[in-house]
């Protein structure tokens, strides 16, 4: 994605952040990353992220997703001495499906993404609703037809040697 293109989704995403009252410095929002995965696809696969803490402890983020955006398929693994990431997503706006390890869901409400994708036992979270994933837990996510904002809490994040499942997918 070319300046021109990550500044509009930027400005996106500081629209829906305000819209949600959730307020941000302005050295935050210059920091917010727009994630494509290497896709160059960012309205379907893709994810905002502004990272307000990342310590050898604990992290702090909001995740943007704009209307049926698909955060695709990975999992936190251990590295060296270092337990994966454990994380916990509450949904402040919005509707998000999320998938993780578990019974599989037969008729899943998400757009099934056009990356590859093994888990889906189907959880919905609301407004409001949060749910924990554990490390090591292969999971994806997809934003309602409103779009979505997560506040996520979590150990420290280490996204860098996030393994997707899909193999042509970068972070």
């Known amino acids: ?14 629209k829906m952040l305000e819209d ?15 994630v494509d995965f290497g896709l160059n696809n960012l309205l379907e696969i893709g ?3 502004i990272t307000y803490i990342n310590t050898e402890r604990v992290c702090a983020k909001e995740l943007v997703l704009f209307p049926h955006q ?10 060296g001495t270092q337990i994966g990431k454990e994380e916990t997503f509450r949904c402040r706006k919005g509707l998000v499906y999320l998938y993780v ?3 599989k869901t037969e008729l899943i409400k998400a757009k099934k ?14 407004e409001g609703m949060q749910y924990t994933i554990y490390p ?4 994806w996510f997809q934003a309602g037809p409103h779009g979505a904002i ?10 860098q040697y996030d393994i997707f499942t899909d193999k042509n997918l970068i972070r």
């Open 101 to 103: 390890e578990g019974p």
């Open 150 to 159: 997560v506040s996520e809490f979590s150990t420290k994040s280490t996204d």
């Open 113 to 126: 993404p056009k990356t590859t994708t093994t888990v889906f036992n189907e959880i919905i979270l609301l």
């Open 47 to 49: 994810l905002q992220i």
């Open 70 to 79: 698909t955060c695709p398929e990975h999992l936190h693994p251990t590295i």
């Open 20 to 34: 949600a009252h959730i307020a941000l410095t302005s050295q935050e929002k210059n920091k917010i990353e727009i």
């Open 1 to 14: 994605m070319n300046n021109d293109t990550i500044e509009i989704y930027r400005k996106k995403t500081i």
């Open 136 to 139: 090591q837990t292969k999971h």
